[in-house]
């Protein structure tokens, strides 16, 4: 597919020219389109967080509304309506229909570098495996693509075809058991119920989001999310963007902005003192050597930013201005950007749904063969843990070949090992600073599906309080943006996760 041939979309009302293959979203902010819907109280929303998790992309598409943009790919003739003047009228329900069905020894789920690795692995040894994934393609986040598939990438996908991999893209899994699992089309809401044996659970990560005034402006995303927007087909040649948070994740966005002939200024709140002990890390490792090297090269003129933040974003009708806190004081940039991540959390629904344990510091609890306890389900990647493509791939070998029956090398096992501790270093090198979390008060939103304020949500004595008397967590996000907010404020974890775990399209129009 080329990325440079031109199909023809309607957008509300009116034919356009966009790029074939790219994503939906990437699509429309090519276009101009930045915001795409409002909110409860009138406020024009944009794309946040690019990767299905916050639903504020969602548009109606072929009819169907509810569809998360970020999601699916620009066909020709496609038929798009954004939902800037929705009347918040609700959803004719979905025609009722006997649910497609489809037999599996394994189901993975996510096909990213670990659902791929697991995938693969228990193929090899015998099993038919069906890999489920929301995107429209293999490869997850980390190796997203528009219409050439990334050099470290390209071996994984290919091994998989040759293995006898199937698998079915375009689909979230919204409920199920130890067994059987109904998955629902990110496009039309169309079901599947799946029977299987075993399940490999490898769902990935999203980004943690913390508030700060503006911060719910268009144009204002996740540092992710600018990757993911990017890889799907958004031009940022010529703009000034501003790139900030913490972690290595921030580093590889301003990497890939650059590429594409962006001007990009690093903000990272963690200070260079408490990053220097990753060296060690980094100098024990020939992988880590390479891609740190590249790196530097690859950002020597981008100004870098250490012990600062981002406290305020300004902008009419869109982000323009950013206030950022610098160890010199406030410096204000004017940008056509800003992306924003205060690093990762486990993606973790599919896998409280069906009974698996959950440890303290949010990840899922396994043991040395990627086992979690519940019969017949497996957990691999970043779910347990966040340490890295090179940790989720080789997680995902050792849960594969478990499931299939085998014990796998006791050398791979050490390696998961090594990679949990790489992991645990890199999140106490960016450990987030108190100012943080002072930011989101006040008038600030904290949940933006209903916006629901600071101020309100601090009323109630605990997240079900929250959730019952002013409907934080229960928007179409399903609490994936806000409760990692309320937890990191110091709440309880959600004490429960009921089906449907992802919100599907439906039926309907827009009243204009």
Same mark, same amino acid.
């Given at each position: 597919?080329?990325?440079?041939?031109?199909?023809?979309?309607?957008?509300?009302?009116?034919?356009?020219?966009?790029?074939?293959?790219?994503?939906?979203?990437?699509?429309?902010?090519?276009?101009?389109?930045?915001?795409?819907?409002?909110?409860?109280?009138?406020?024009?929303?944009?794309?946040?967080?690019?990767?299905?998790?916050?639903?504020?992309?969602?548009?109606?598409?072929?009819?169907?509304?509810?569809?998360?943009?970020?999601?699916?790919?620009?066909?020709?003739?496609?038929?798009?309506?954004?939902?800037? #003047?929705?009347?918040?009228?609700?959803?004719?329900?979905?025609?009722?229909?006997?649910?497609?069905?489809?037999?599996?020894?394994?189901?993975?789920?996510?096909?990213?570098?670990?659902?791929?690795?697991?995938?693969?692995?228990?193929?090899?040894?015998?099993?038919?495996?069906?890999?489920?994934?929301?995107?429209?393609?293999?490869?997850?986040?980390?190796?997203?693509?528009?219409?050439?598939?990334?050099?470290?990438?390209?071996?994984?996908?290919?091994?998989?075809?040759?293995?006898?991999?199937?698998?079915?893209?375009?689909?979230?899994?919204? #409920?199920?058991?130890?067994?059987?699992?109904?998955?629902?089309?990110?496009?039309?809401?169309?079901? @599947?119920?799946?029977?299987?044996?075993?399940?490999?659970?490898?769902?990935?990560?999203?980004?943690?989001?913390?508030?700060?005034?503006?911060?719910?402006?268009?144009?204002?995303?996740?540092?992710?999310?600018?990757?993911?927007?990017?890889?799907?087909?958004?031009?940022?040649?010529?703009?000034?963007?501003?790139?900030?948070?913490?972690?290595?994740?921030?580093?590889?966005?301003?990497?890939?902005?650059?590429?594409?002939?962006?001007?990009?200024?690093?903000?990272?709140?963690?200070? @260079?003192?408490?990053?220097?002990?990753?060296?060690?890390?980094?100098?024990?490792?020939?992988?880590?050597?390479?891609?740190?090297?590249?790196?530097?090269?690859?950002?020597?003129?981008?100004?870098?930013?250490?012990?600062?933040?981002?406290?305020?974003?300004?902008?009419?009708?869109?982000?323009?201005?950013?206030?950022?806190?610098?160890?010199?004081?406030?410096? @204000?940039?004017?940008?056509?950007?800003?992306?924003?991540?205060?690093?990762?959390?486990?993606?973790?629904?599919?896998?409280?749904?069906?009974?698996?344990?959950?440890?303290?510091?949010?990840?899922?609890?396994?043991?040395?063969?990627?086992?979690?306890?519940?019969?017949?389900?497996?957990?691999?990647?970043?779910?347990?843990?966040?340490?890295?493509?090179?940790?989720?791939?080789?997680?995902?070998?050792?849960?594969?070949?478990?499931?299939?029956?085998?014990?796998?090398?006791?050398?791979?096992?050490?390696?998961?090992?090594?990679?949990?501790?790489?992991?645990?270093?890199?999140?106490?090198?960016?450990?987030?600073?108190?100012?943080?979390?002072?930011?989101?008060?006040?008038?600030?939103?904290?949940?933006?599906?209903?916006?629901?304020?600071?101020?309100?949500?601090?009323?109630?004595?605990?997240?079900?309080?929250?959730?019952?008397?002013?409907?934080?967590?229960?928007?179409?996000?399903?609490?994936?943006?806000?409760?990692?907010?309320?937890?990191?404020?110091?709440?309880?974890?959600?004490?429960?996760?009921?089906?449907?775990?992802?919100?599907?399209?439906?039926?309907?129009?827009?009243?204009?």
């Amino acid at each position: 597919m080329s990325g440079d041939r031109k199909v023809k979309i309607r957008l509300d009302g009116v034919w356009v020219e966009v790029k074939e293959g790219a994503q939906l979203a990437a699509a429309l902010l090519d276009l101009g389109v930045v915001s795409l819907r409002r909110s409860p109280t009138g406020e024009r929303r944009g794309a946040l967080c690019a990767m299905g998790s916050c639903h504020e992309c969602r548009a109606v598409v072929d009819g169907h509304r509810g569809v998360r943009s970020c999601l699916i790919r620009v066909r020709d003739r496609m038929q798009v309506e954004t939902e800037r #003047d929705l009347d918040r009228s609700p959803l004719a329900p979905l025609e009722i229909s006997a649910a497609k069905r489809d037999v599996a020894d394994l189901v993975v789920v996510g096909a990213g570098p670990a659902g791929l690795a697991s995938a693969i692995a228990a193929a090899e040894l015998g099993l038919d495996v069906l890999v489920v994934d929301e995107s429209p393609g293999p490869g997850g986040r980390i190796w997203a693509h528009h219409d050439r598939i990334p050099a470290a990438a390209r071996n994984w996908i290919e091994r998989a075809e040759r293995a006898g991999v199937r698998r079915l893209h375009g689909y979230s899994i919204i #409920d199920g058991e130890p067994g059987r699992l109904q998955a629902s089309s990110v496009a039309s809401g169309e079901s @599947i119920e799946i029977e299987c044996d075993t399940i490999v659970i490898a769902t990935g990560a999203r980004e943690r989001f913390l508030p700060y005034p503006g911060w719910t402006l268009p144009g204002v995303v996740g540092a992710g999310a600018l990757q993911s927007l990017i890889k799907g087909g958004l031009d940022v040649k010529g703009k000034r963007l501003v790139v900030a948070g913490t972690g290595p994740l921030l580093l590889a966005v301003a990497q890939l902005a650059r590429q594409q002939q962006a001007s990009v200024l690093l903000v990272e709140q963690a200070s @260079i003192f408490n990053r220097i002990p990753l060296l060690l890390g980094v100098l024990q490792s020939k992988t880590r050597i390479r891609q740190s090297v590249a790196l530097w090269k690859s950002l020597r003129d981008v100004e870098k930013l250490s012990c600062s933040w981002p406290v305020k974003a300004e902008g009419d009708q869109r982000v323009e201005r950013v206030h950022l806190r610098t160890e010199k004081g406030i410096r @204000i940039e004017e940008v056509d950007g800003l992306a924003v991540g205060f690093g990762l959390v486990p993606e973790t629904r599919v896998a409280e749904g069906l009974g698996c344990r959950i440890l303290d510091d949010g990840c899922v609890a396994v043991d040395h063969h990627q086992w979690t306890g519940v019969e017949g389900v497996y957990c691999a990647g970043e779910p347990t843990g966040i340490a890295g493509c090179d940790a989720a791939i080789d997680s995902g070998l050792v849960a594969g070949i478990s499931a299939a029956g085998r014990t796998p090398r006791a050398y791979l096992q050490t390696r998961v090992r090594r990679h949990r501790a790489w992991g645990a270093a890199l999140e106490a090198a960016h450990s987030l600073r108190p100012e943080l979390f002072h930011q989101g008060r006040g008038e600030v939103l904290l949940c933006r599906c209903e916006d629901v304020t600071a101020e309100t949500a601090d009323r109630a004595s605990s997240i079900r309080e929250a959730r019952l008397l002013c409907r934080i967590g229960m928007g179409p996000c399903q609490g994936r943006v806000c409760m990692p907010i309320l937890e990191a404020l110091g709440a309880d974890r959600a004490d429960s996760v009921r089906p449907p775990w992802s919100t599907s399209p439906g039926k309907g129009q827009i009243s204009r």
